[in-house]
């Protein structure tokens, strides 16, 4: 079984990536989506959106700190761009390329990238077929899409799209570009096109606990997961599922106390103060962006938040959240 961290535009940034797989769990992660137009980026496009790249940040390129592989994901609609930039993008050390069929932002589909292109099934053949042919055989090109546009029709034409057009896995998120992100996700329509396609389906949408990764497994007949916001709320959560379902051993496994995740947040901070490129201002609003998504998890989250919410000095930020790790856990 494969768990995957989602890529988040604005939240799973590389210190994200960092943190989650530290945490553990994970086997690969997938960055937040570069867009191309019809341009060759410089490598220092490549390098913001993708730190992992740079070898001046990392041991080991394409990976996080704690080993785990880094896919670049690009969202567009020209074939020959597209594929320019994943050839870079592998040229630079990218050990995956991903491709973005799933976003339902305004901007994007305005320009025919993201979910837009779930209409034309032959559009989607083509991108992924253009990009395959540009990267070395042994380098994966995978895709993520929606169950549809507006509605779910064309699912299975997409898929085998994904698939004709040379993809190693799709991941397919459970929900239309129509149902954005309200609930539920429909993970047994992913089933039938687990069933037709000879490639993994990873299932992506709603998984917020070990509970609904079994019964998503149980829908939609897929081992393999991708989690988003889920993890976010619990950073956990991919250690715990591998526990529940006999992956990880009870020695490997020790749940995930609030002092675990401050020691976590007190290198967030080190690593984005160290980081000369990243404005001060930026940290603190960080710092609290993570402390908001962990108070369902965690009650000292909550307890800190409406304090924290006022603090605009990242260091008095980070004190704070220390503090509150001094308090019994
Ligand atoms: C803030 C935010 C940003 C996202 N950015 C991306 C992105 O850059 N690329 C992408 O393929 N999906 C993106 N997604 C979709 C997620 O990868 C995922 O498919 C979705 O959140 C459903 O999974 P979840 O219920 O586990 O969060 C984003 C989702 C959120 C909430």
């Not at 083509?126 to 042994?138: D, G, H, Y």
């Not at 393999?224 to 991919?238: Q, T």
């Amino acid at each position: 079984m494969k768990i995957v961290l989602a890529p988040m535009d604005g939240l799973t940034d590389s210190y994200a990536r960092d943190i989650l797989t530290r945490i553990g769990g994970f086997d690969l992660c997938v960055t937040e989506f570069l867009r191309v137009t019809d341009t060759l980026f410089p490598q220092r496009v490549f390098y913001r959106r993708f730190p992992e790249l740079n070898p001046n940040n990392t041991q080991v390129i394409s990976h996080t700190s704690s080993g785990i592989p880094v896919f670049l994901q690009l969202l567009g609609s020209d074939p020959q761009a597209m594929a320019e930039n994943a050839a870079k993008a592998v040229a630079l050390g990218s050990q995956g390329i991903d491709l973005n069929f799933g976003c339902p932002a305004k901007t994007v589909n305005r320009r025919e990238g993201g979910a837009s292109l779930l209409q034309y099934p032959e559009r989607i053949y083509q991108l992924v077929q253009s990009v395959r042919q540009a990267v070395p055989e042994q380098i994966p090109v995978t895709a993520k899409m929606r169950l549809g546009y507006d509605d779910p029709s064309l699912a299975m034409d997409n898929a085998l799209a994904i698939e004709n057009g040379g993809a190693d896995w799709v991941t397919v998120h459970a929900r239309t570009k129509l149902d954005g992100y309200r609930p539920p996700a429909y993970w047994e329509a992913l089933a039938p096109v687990r069933k037709a396609l000879a490639i993994p389906v990873i299932a992506n949408g709603e998984i917020w606990s070990v509970d609904d990764y079994l019964l998503c497994r149980q829908k939609s007949q897929c081992e393999d997961v991708m989690l988003g916001r889920g993890a976010m709320v619990i950073p956990d959560l991919a250690l715990q599922i591998k526990y529940k379902t006999g992956q990880l051993s009870h020695e490997h496994y020790k749940p995930l106390s609030w002092t675990d995740v401050v020691k976590h947040l007190e290198q967030l901070y080190l690593l984005m103060s160290t980081n000369t490129a990243l404005k001060e201002r930026y940290i603190a609003p960080r710092l609290k962006l993570w402390v908001k998504w962990l108070m369902p998890t965690y009650t000292q989250a909550e307890d800190i938040f409406s304090e924290l919410k006022k603090i605009r000095n990242a260091g008095d930020a980070i004190k704070l959240i220390q503090d509150s790790s001094k308090a019994v856990d």
